[in-house]
């Protein structure tokens, strides 16, 4: 079956530290590859995706690359902001028919401290 | 609407009463899903609907759980004789169907809480 594993939280780090966030996965088929964050109080929101190997998701700064060959989709931010602090999921969609819904990871929980 | 609307918000309940869990999507999308989210566990996968229809419900954790859509637009999602297992938010989620880009869009979610 599908999973999603990613780094455990709660992650802490102070204003303009360097992020990343490790997600790796298996599939059965090529999936897609998302990003998903929830702010606080918030609903989840999409924050970037890739659809193929190599491809690049960028938004708001963050970014994370599509790596076939590790089975990986690492979230990264050169430079957090105190705004940046919510959960982050990493979620895939397989390419099998009937593959509709989205596998999430368990999330992890940032905090940018001033 | 604007965006995927639940209702309600906030629910507390007893232990053995039933409960109702509403979810608006967004207007035009004919894909809707449910999903629970509990402390620590990630968002595990309940239903999907494709307009009225439920093709998979291998996600929904027992039988005291169900959920209908009417008219491809509002479901609803009931568990009935509810336990303190079942506390969680609940979250749905739309897209535009069978969408390539298989971005969903979530509302804020139930919060479910059995006493």
């Known amino acids: 079956g599908n999973s999603v594993t990613q780094m455990e939280g709660p992650v802490t780090l102070s204003e303009e530290a360097f992020l990343t966030i490790n997600c790796t996965y298996t599939?059965?088929?090529?999936?897609?590859l998302f990003w998903y964050v929830q702010y606080p109080g918030e609903g989840l929101q999409l924050l970037l995706k890739?659809?193929?190997?190599?491809d690049k998701g960028s938004n708001k700064g963050f970014e994370a690359t599509y790596r076939k060959e590790t089975t990986s989709f690492h979230l990264e931010k050169g430079s957090v902001q105190v705004s940046d602090s919510a959960v982050y999921f990493c979620?895939?969609?397989?390419?099998?028919?009937?593959?509709?819904?989205?596998?999430f990871g368990k999330g992890t929980k940032l905090s940018v401290i001033p | 609407g604007a965006g995927v609307s639940q209702s309600p918000s906030n629910k507390v309940t007893e232990k053995g009463k039933d409960v109702e869990l509403r979810c608006d999507p967004i207007?035009?999308?004919?894909?809707l899903y449910w999903y629970r989210q509990s402390l620590g566990q990630g968002l595990e996968f309940l239903i999907y609907?494709?307009?009225?229809?439920?093709?998979?419900k291998s996600g929904l954790p027992s039988d005291r759980f169900s959920a209908e859509r009417t008219g491809g637009s509002v479901s609803t999602l009931t568990i009935q004789r509810t336990q303190q297992e079942d506390s969680a938010v609940y979250l749905c989620?739309?897209?535009?169907?069978?969408?390539?880009?298989?971005?969903?869009?979530f509302g804020e979610g139930s919060r479910l809480t059995v006493l």
């Open positions: 989620a739309s897209s535009w169907g069978l969408s390539y880009t298989g971005e969903l869009f």
């Open positions: 599939a059965t088929g090529y999936p897609s």
């Open positions: 890739a659809t193929k190997a190599d």
């Open positions: 979620a895939l969609r397989d390419s099998g028919a009937g593959s509709y819904q989205l596998t």
């Open positions: 207007s035009g999308h004919t894909a």
């Open positions: 609907f494709q307009g009225n229809s439920a093709p998979d």
